[in-house]
C-alpha cells in the first residue's frame, strides 16, 4: 500500500468512545520546553488522546522558564487543553539554562540523578493525588526508569496492580549510557545491574531498562521499527528488542495542524492557504531580505532547520554546499554539535549572498524557514520519523530526503507520484544529484504547482496516530 496516498484521505474521528487513563511522561513538552520533535510529539499526542475521550495527565521536569498555574509540595500543575500538566520540582536538577547539555554542549554529568529523581516521583504523585492509571506511557531514556521503577520498586503496589506500560522510543542512538558507579544512584536493586536488565557492556543504559521492563515498546515510524531490529540500526539493542518480539510496534508520527497551517500562522510574513498559493512568494522575499540573501523569487531557495548532529547528513550537506550554492540559495537554522557549527560559519563566509546559517533555536524563523522556502532539506543518515518533511507539505515546499527511516513511510519521490525529492544512497554525489533535479522540476512552472496542490492536501494529523495507539492500549488493557 502506498503510506502517503493512504494519508491523502481525510479521516475521521476514530470512532473508539473509551475512558482510558494515561499517564504521559516526557522531558519536554512543546509550549513548556522543546529541543526537537519529542517536544513535539509530547504536546500533540496527548492532545489528541484527549479529543478521543482519554484522560490525561503529562509529567515533565519543572525547568527554568515554566510558571506552572499551581503550585503543590514538590510539584506545580497547569491545566491546558483538557490536559492536567505535572511539572517536577527540582530546583538544583532542573533550574539551568539549558535541559540536556551544559555550556560545553555535553549531557550534565548529573543526568541519571536528575532523571531518576523525574521518573520516581512520577509514581509517588500518582499516589499522593490518587490518580490510577490504566496506561503509563514514557518516552526515550529519559523517563525510562518510570517503568523500570513501576516493575521493581513498585513491583508489589496495589495502587498500580492494573497499570500497563509502553515505552516509545523517539531515537534508537540516544539511549543514557552512564558509567557503571552510578548505578546505585537510580536505587533499585544490585541484581539489576545484569545483562538481563540495565547493564550494557559495564555501564548503566537507562533506555535498555525501559525496554525490559516496558510492557510495549513502540517507536515512531513503521520503517524505523524494522531497521531498529538489525545491527546497523539498533544501536547495540537490536537483541533487547528482539525478544521483544511481536510487541515491536511502529506508529508513524504525525503533525499538529492547530501549530503549523500557513493559513493561520501569526509567525510568518503572509499568510496563505491551498487557494492562494501564490502569497507564499511573498514569504520567500521576505526570508532572503530578512536574512541577507538576494531578493529573487526565481532561484530555488533550499531551507533546513534541525538539530546539528551527524544523524542529520550534514557532513553530506555540507560537502555539497560549494556546488549547491553557485546557482541556488540554502538557508540553515540550527543548533547542536560545535564542529557543525564551524564548518557552516566558514561556508556562510564564502557564500554571504547565497547562504544563510542561523545557529540558534528559534521557532519563529523555523515558521518562516517552512513557508518561504521551495525545497525543504532532509538529507538524515537515518531518521526515525521526522516531522518537519510533513509540516513542508503543508507549507507547500517540496522535501528532498534520504530514503531512511520515517521519510521512507512519509516522502514517495515525484516522478513516482509523489512530492519530495528522494535520494536512495546516503552519498554527497546523489544528494547533489538530486537537488539538479529538484530545481529542473522548480522551473517548470506549471508542473510545480501542480505538485504544490498535491502535497497541501496530505493530511498527516494525530487523529490517525492517537487511534492506533488507543487501540493498542486497550489490548494490553484486556490481557
Ligand atoms: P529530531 O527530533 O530528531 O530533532 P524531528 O524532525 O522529529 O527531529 O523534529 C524536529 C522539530 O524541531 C521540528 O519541529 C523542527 O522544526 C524543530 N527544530 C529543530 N531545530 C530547530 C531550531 N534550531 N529552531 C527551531 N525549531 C527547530
Redesign the pocket.
Known amino acids: 500500500m502506498n503510506p502517503v496516498r493512504n494519508f491523502n484521505k481525510s479521516v475521521g474521528k476514530s470512532g473508539i468512545s473509551n475512558g482510558v487513563k494515561v499517564v504521559f511522561c516526557s522531558s519536554e513538552v512543546f509550549g513548556f520546553a522543546k529541543t526537537?520533535?519529542?517536544g513535539?510529539v509530547a504536546a500533540a499526542l496527548p492532545a489528541a488522546l484527549v479529543k478521543e475521550n482519554c484522560e490525561v495527565k503529562v509529567f515533565m521536569p519543572l525547568y527554568k522558564g515554566i510558571n506552572p498555574q499551581k503550585m503543590h509540595k514538590g510539584y506545580g500543575t497547569t491545566i491546558k487543553g483538557g490536559i492536567e500538566f505535572f511539572f517536577i520540582k527540582n530546583d538544583e536538577y532542573f533550574l539551568r539554562d539549558s535541559i540536556y547539555v551544559g555550556a560545553d554542549g555535553r549531557d550534565y554529568p548529573d543526568s541519571v540523578e536528575r532523571f531518576s529523581f523525574y521518573s520516581r516521583r512520577v509514581l509517588e504523585i500518582l499516589e499522593e493525588v490518587g490518580f490510577r492509571p490504566d496506561i503509563i506511557h514514557c518516552n526515550d531514556w529519559q523517563a525510562s526508569l518510570v517503568n523500570v521503577y513501576l516493575k521493581t520498586l513498585y513491583g508489589k503496589d496495589k495502587f498500580f496492580k492494573n497499570t500497563k506500560s509502553v515505552l516509545t522510543i523517539?531515537?534508537m542512538a540516544y539511549q543514557g549510557i552512564f558509567p557503571k558507579k552510578k548505578f546505585s544512584r537510580i536505587g533499585i536493586d544490585a541484581k539489576y545491574f545484569d545483562q538481563k536488565y540495565l547493564e550494557f557492556y559495564g555501564k548503566v543504559n537507562l533506555l535498555k531498562g525501559g525496554i525490559v521492563f516496558s510492557d510495549v515498546v513502540t517507536t515512531v515510524s513503521p520503517t524505523y521499527a524494522k531497521q531498529i531490529k538489525t545491527p546497523e540500526y539498533g544501536c547495540g539493542l537490536e537483541g533487547v528488542l528482539a525478544q521483544k518480539g511481536k510487541h515491536e510496534l511502529g506508529i508513524l508520527n504525525a503533525i499538529d495542524y492547530d501549530v503549523w497551517d500557513p493559513s493561520r500562522d501569526e509567525l510568518i510574513y503572509k499568510k496563505y492557504s491551498p487557494k492562494t498559493l501564490d502569497k507564499k512568494a511573498e514569504n520567500k522575499l521576505g526570508l532572503q531580505k530578512e536574512l541577507g540573501l538576494k531578493q529573487d523569487s526565481q532561484k530555488l531557495l533550499l531551507g533546513m532547520?534541525?538539530?546539528l548532529a551527524e544523524q542529520k547528513g550534514i557532513d553530506i550537506l555540507s560537502k555539497a554546499l560549494d556546488s549547491i550554492l553557485g546557482e541556488h540559495q540554502v538557508v540553515i537554522?540550527?543548533?547542536g554539535e560545535p564542529r557543525y557549527h564551524k564548518i557552516l560559519k566558514d561556508k556562510e563566509k564564502k557564500f554571504k549572498d547565497s547562504l544563510s546559517v542561523s545557529l540558534?533555536?528559534?521557532?519563529t524563523l523555523?515558521h518562516k524557514i517552512y513557508a518561504g522556502c521551495d525545497v525543504f532539506l532532509l538529507p538524515s543518515r537515518f531518521e526515525p520519523?521526522?516531522?518537519?518533511q510533513m509540516?513542508s507539505y503543508k507549507y507547500a515546499t517540496l522535501p528532498l530526503v534520504n530514503h531512511t527511516g520515517g521519510l521512507v513511510d512519509t516522502v514517495i519521490d515525484v516522478e513516482a507520484g509523489g512530492g519530495g525529492f528522494v535520494f536512495k544512497k546516503y552519498d554527497r554525489g546523489e544528494f547533489i544529484k538530486t537537488v539538479s533535479r529538484g530545481a529542473r522540476t522548480f522551473r517548470d512552472k506549471k508542473r510545480w504547482k501542480s505538485i504544490l496542490e498535491k502535497v497541501t492536501k496530505y493530511n498527516f494529523s494525530w487523529e490517525i496516530a492517537a487511534s492506533k495507539y488507543i487501540r493498542m492500549y486497550k489490548r494490553l488493557i484486556k490481557n
Open positions: 526537537g520533535g519529542l513535539d523517539h531515537n532547520v534541525s538539530r537554522l540550527g543548533l540558534k533555536f528559534d521557532e523555523a520519523c521526522g516531522l518537519s509540516i
